[in-house]
């Protein structure tokens, strides 16, 4: 009888270890998304962020491109947002419309290149100028 209850307890503890597993690597999977929510979906360093009311604009910068996004503040009801990127020599990269979150992400290749950068809300708008040159 004492052999059964043994038997039943490495079968639980088993049962609680692989369960802890999978708990443990829906976490690891389920934390890529949050941290890509949090840029925006750029890659890079945050170099500037510009306040607009109620959202900003935030601008990333990696070895060989420049990501830009406008971000609500507080997330929820559908506005206008809008972000724009253009490289120095280059045509503007633009996204704009209806959003409850963000605008965006726009990326452009910007190798030693100054970059001008737009972004803008229902109730306004912000420029960098040439920036990062």
């Not at 389920?30 to 500037?48: E, I, K, N, S, Y």
């Not at 971000?71 to 990127?85: D, F, K, M, Q, T």
Request: one cysteine or more.
């Amino acid at each position: 009888m004492s052999q059964g209850w043994k038997a039943r307890g490495r079968g639980a503890s088993l049962a609680t270890v692989l369960a802890a597993l999978w708990l443990a690597a829906g976490g690891v999977f389920a934390a890529a998304p949050r941290a890509a929510a949090a840029t925006g979906g750029c890659a890079g360093d945050l170099v500037r962020t510009m306040p607009l009311p109620d959202a900003e604009v935030r601008v990333y910068k990696s070895r060989t491109q420049v990501c830009a996004v406008t971000v609500a503040l507080h997330p929820g009801e559908r506005r206008y947002l809008a972000v724009s990127v253009q490289p120095r020599g280059g045509v503007p990269v633009g996204d704009a419309g209806q959003f409850t979150r963000y605008a965006g992400p726009v990326t452009v290749g910007a190798i030693s290149r100054c970059v001008y950068v737009k972004g803008a809300v229902a109730a306004g708008s912000v420029e960098s100028g040439w920036i990062l040159c």
